[in-house]
């Protein structure tokens, strides 16, 4: 009797090994179909920083070259301010003020069910991820503006440094 017990116990230990081997590797996965995710965010958010900075100091270049395009530039920065600004509000709009963002249950009115707490909870949570794509938009538009701050301030304040 007491051998079947042994057996039984290394089958349950054995069983509980493979049990933590399969979350580990489930864990893995997610782990890496994070990963490949923060990857794609990162070269988007980098590729279209580096279109909107190109497309930007081109307008300026084309603007100072050409007397029927003075005032091309101007355009291109004014909707370039507009649209990160409109971005940047529908961001903070959908994702109703971050009112949502470090909410537990115990924070939440005691009159709720435990069902409405949750959703509540989690539809936070949700629109956070389904904003994100909106943050790559509103990065490179404010990398170009702090590219052409750099060019404009700092860089001639370093050369004036040399002279």
Partial sequence: MEDKKKDNAALDVGSAEKDSESVSQGKSTDKRKLDKKRRIYLISTVGLSAFFCAFYYCSMEISSRSIELYYFFPAVMFVYMASLAILFVAYIIYNRGFSRKGVTVDMLPSEWSEEKKLEFIENGKVRLEK????????????FTFIAEAFALFVFPMIEGLWR
């Fill in 131 to 142: 904003s994100k794509w909106l943050l790559i938009f509103i990065i490179s538009l404010m």
